[in-house]
């Protein structure tokens, strides 16, 4: 009787220091977690770094001028807010299947030049698209800014890969 006296006192005073000790705990993985964007986040980063981000159903529009293009570009955190994405609808393919073997090769292979960006075309809405994510973990202006402007020249560089679009 007394060895179980002894392991319920001791398993309650190990329970009571775990439940004494956790604030602690977690308070020190938040400040050495990276913090991450929120919507409210990134729309007010957007704003500030002069873009005009327009909402959509799942996150952001934002427009870019460079030289003759207007570059739209989709900006959107995931469900969970461990990522963010860039997305560019290239256009409309009517009919995939008159896109000849060798111009989808040459999408896929440049995929591999523009990584971390890539193609994917949605056989349901029969659209081609550039996508890019990275993590969303203490992302800052400049950080977005250059994730912007590298995934715009991404769009322009291989426009001609993709004219085959409406």
């Not at 207007?70 to 807010?81: A, G, Y």
């Not at 809405?125 to 800052?140: A, E, G, P, W």
């Amino acid at each position: 009787m007394r060895k179980t006296v002894s392991g319920v006192a001791l398993l309650a005073v190990v329970l009571w220091g775990s439940l004494a000790l956790a604030p602690v705990i977690r308070a020190q993985e938040t400040l050495g977690a990276p913090q991450a964007l929120s919507n409210d986040d990134l729309k007010k980063m957007l704003e500030n770094m002069g873009l005009e981000p327009k909402p959509l159903s799942k996150g952001f529009l934002i427009a870019i001028k460079r030289d003759t293009w207007t570059l739209n570009m989709q900006i959107v955190l995931s469900e969970n807010l461990t990522k963010l994405g860039l997305n560019a609808n290239l256009g409309k393919v009517d009919d995939p299947d008159s896109v000849t073997a060798e111009q989808w090769k040459k999408l896929l292979i440049s995929n591999g030049d523009i990584d971390p960006s890539c193609f994917y075309f949605d056989k349901d809405q029969k659209k081609l698209y550039l996508h890019r994510t990275f993590d969303n973990r203490s992302v800052t202006p400049d950080f977005l800014r250059k994730q912007i402007d590298y995934f715009g020249d991404n769009i322009k560089n291989t426009a001609d890969l993709w004219k085959f679009t409406k």
